[in-house]
């Protein structure tokens, strides 16, 4: 499991984004102005395997075909290159939705702690077993938030 989510961390925010998609789009459109197909390429297979530089290469492959297999080509291209983002990033939401219940089940015991302070303990000892379950619960809230919202975040932002 951790080394899925290294690679699927080093894969989404490393390997894929385009250090400068707009230059790449630019340069693209240069070239295809300049009819010069083979350095368009040449500069797509500069890019490696990102998704969008795979998905433009497809386009200019098939440049000079009827619109419709243009499109289909796209569609599929598209296809592939969603799957291959997309792929081991189910497991995030789960993750997502089970440290937001850890964390308010930490919560809870927190409280109940707290509670049961208040109406047993020694005068003396109440403030700082009070102290002691209010800080579990706080930590326990804090650590399933720390875990949970990067979990959506990223799952949301590739999916």
């Given at each position: 499991m951790l080394f899925r989510s290294i690679e699927r961390y080093h894969t989404l925010l490393k390997?894929?984004?385009m250090k400068d998609p707009q230059g790449f789009f630019d340069e693209i459109g240069r070239q295809v102005v300049a009819g010069r197909m083979d350095e368009?390429?040449?500069?797509?297979e500069k890019q490696g395997?990102?998704?969008?530089?795979?998905?433009?290469?497809q386009a200019l492959l098939r440049a000079r075909q009827p619109e419709a297999l243009?499109?289909?080509a796209l569609e599929i291209s598209i296809h592939e290159a969603?799957?291959?983002i997309q792929r081991?990033?189910?497991?995030?939401?789960?993750i997502a939705n089970v440290a937001t219940l850890l964390g308010l089940f930490g919560t809870i015991a927190g409280?109940?702690?707290s509670f049961e302070a208040v109406g047993q303990a020694d005068p003396q000892q109440k403030s700082a077993l009070l102290a002691a379950g209010i800080s579990t619960a706080m930590n326990a809230t804090m650590m399933g938030l720390a875990v949970a919202i990067p979990c959506m975040e990223i799952g949301r932002a590739h999916v």
């Open positions: 390997a894929y984004p368009a390429l040449a500069h797509c395997q990102k998704p969008v530089a795979v998905v433009v290469k243009i499109e289909n969603q799957q291959s081991r990033t189910a497991f995030l939401s789960t409280l109940i702690s």
